[in-house]
């Protein structure tokens, strides 16, 4: 549980770093906060699908499973921001 939190709050942080980067994709700070929440949720879980983190079934707070929580929530946050502001970007024209 508390992998996930931390994937939740580095996406967070992720999508807000990722819309001061690219302007040009910026929603706002709610809107870059709710996106990177998501984003780093799906990025802990596929990441942790794909490498074998086991998610729930990593025992402890290891510092090796926070920076793994912290990494994939920031850049799933990051990745999922941008998407939806390239395709905003998009529909606006």
Do not use: Y
């Amino acid at each position: 549980m508390e992998q996930l939190i931390i994937s939740l709050l580095s996406g967070a942080a992720g999508g807000n770093i990722a819309g001061k980067l690219l302007r040009n994709l910026d929603l706002g700070l709610l809107g870059n906060s709710l996106a990177g929440i998501l984003g780093g949720g799906l990025g802990s879980q596929i990441l942790g699908a794909l490498f074998g983190g086991g998610g729930e079934a990593a025992a402890g707070l290891d510092i090796g499973s926070i920076i793994s929580s912290v990494a994939s929530g920031g850049v799933g946050g990051g990745v999922l921001m941008a998407l939806i502001g390239v395709v905003k970007s998009m529909m606006a024209k």
